[in-house]
């Protein structure tokens, strides 16, 4: 049988029905995105949201597709929780960088991606970040993600003593209907359901609607939105001043880390790894650039690995097939729409799984070495001003000033790479010119 041969799932001790129900497993657990990220970069963002919902799904299916077909790994692509935060919060609501401008920011991480991974300077910079500032990065969006959840809910306002503070009124329709959220979400999760956030987003939607604070959906089936309002709208140029390269850097940065710890982690589970090593780790990777390239040009921020696709390798998933099963399920999703758009406007529907997704990713900063200083304070100051300058690209660039200093000042300069240095003294310039 051919697709038994090209995914030698005889070798992988597994067969096209394991397969596929590791690919079902795996899109459940991810599915929550076609929601949330068209209500952060549509509902919130200013982009149409239902080009967002059909870039979303198909740059999700492409990403999927690529991982599948060229690195035969039970991984699944999507749009990246943090990022998808960042490009509209920060970059284009905080920034005023228009989002044509933010997607060839995007679009450009993407294409220096592609070419770290063929010129394979990817594994050069990825040894020259200290373990502890990887997990303290993903912490700190960990963190953003979790506090952008709870201010869309409007559990957290503005507090003219203290900049922020909890809501005063707390018994508001759409505040109680988060709380409720959280909480199916966590019993979800805790019970360790398949596809809990996805399955607690549905429950939260269907009580919304039964109480009025979320609209009842038009329909349920619909010909797929147009995709003409993103598509292939990315200003690169605009992207190329000197201004943006944080953010660029921010994009990149996050996104090529997140990738090989989220590879690593699945393909270990999976038995995937040859003396600790990632196998076919260029083709892994270039599949991942060429999905954000890809995305970029379809309408959406960062197209990354998801830690998801873990639930399909614990159903069995071992090959790419289970990939490429979860592509063709993003396809038909395009023809929900009408779902979609009833509860994408609907913080207290969408902020539960900002959260929640904020906890798990929160679960790496016991990695960091708390009781070596000069690893932790550069940790702490990344994950910290994160959530409080608004701003990812921020908490990197003062964490990577911090590190060298750190350091030097421990008597360990000569263990700090030197492109931490370099880094370093970019970002020092950067906060004085830019």
């Keep these: 049988m051919a697709v038994e041969k090209f995914f030698q799932l005889r070798q992988h001790g597994t067969n096209v029905r394991t397969e596929m129900l590791a690919g079902l497993t795996t899109f459940m657990t991810m599915a929550y995105i076609l929601v949330v990220n068209p209500a952060i970069l549509g509902h919130d963002g200013g982009m149409d949201l ?20 060229l690195a035969n790994y039970p991984v699944a692509l999507a749009p990246g929780m943090g990022l998808n935060a960042y490009f509209t919060y920060t970059v284009v609501l905080g920034m005023g960088v228009p989002w044509q401008t933010a997607l060839g920011a995007v679009f450009i991480s993407g294409v220096i991606f592609l070419l770290l991974t063929v010129t394979k300077v990817r594994e050069t ?24 959840g709870l201010q869309n809910a409007g559990i957290i306002v503005d507090n003219q003593g203290t900049l922020v503070g909890l809501n005063p009124d707390l018994s508001d329709p759409s505040v109680l209907l988060t709380f409720f959220g959280i909480i199916v979400t966590t019993f979800f999760v805790v019970r360790k359901v398949r596809g809990g956030i996805f399955l607690a987003m549905a429950v939260t939607a269907i009580v919304g609607m039964l109480t009025g604070v979320v609209p009842v959906p038009k329909g349920i089936v619909s010909a797929p939105p147009s995709i003409a309002p993103t598509f292939l709208q990315m200003d690169i140029l605009g ?15 996050v996104d090529l880390f997140d990738t ?20 076919r780790a260029g083709r892994a990777l270039s599949a991942d650039a060429l999905a954000t390239i890809g995305g970029a040009a379809l309408g959406t921020s960062t197209v990354t690995s998801y830690i998801e696709s873990s639930t399909g390798v614990a159903a069995g998933g071992r090959t790419g097939l289970t990939a490429v099963t979860v592509a063709v399920l993003f396809v038909l999703s395009i ?24 906890v798990m990713m929160a679960a790496s900063l016991k990695e ?14 990344t994950l910290l001003l994160m959530p409080l300058t608004y701003s990812i690209a921020t908490g990197i660039a003062l964490g990577f000033i911090a590190y060298p200093l750190a350091k030097w000042f421990a008597g360990k300069g000569r263990e700090v790479h030197p492109i931490m240095y370099v880094l370093a003294v970019f970002f020092v310039l950067r906060f004085i010119f830019l």
């Design 50 to 69: 239902g080009a967002v919902f059909v870039a979303t799904a198909l740059s999700a299916a492409l990403g999927s597709l690529l991982m599948g077909l």
């Design 125 to 148: 910079i990825i040894n020259a970040i200290p373990t502890g500032m990887k997990h303290a990065v993903a912490g700190g969006i960990g963190l953003f993600i979790a506090f952008v």
């Design 239 to 253: 992207a190329l001043e000197i201004g943006l390269f944080t953010i660029i850097f921010a994009f990149l940065f």
């Design 260 to 279: 090989m710890g989220t590879l690593v982690g699945v393909t270990n589970q999976a038995g995937l790894l040859k003396d600790g090593k990632l196998p």
């Design 335 to 358: 023809f929900f729409f009408p779902l979609v758009e009833a509860v994408a406007g609907a913080a207290a529907v969408t902020s539960p799984a900002l959260i929640v997704v904020g």
């Design 368 to 381: 960091i070495e708390w009781k070596d200083l000069a690893e932790a304070i550069p940790a702490f100051l």
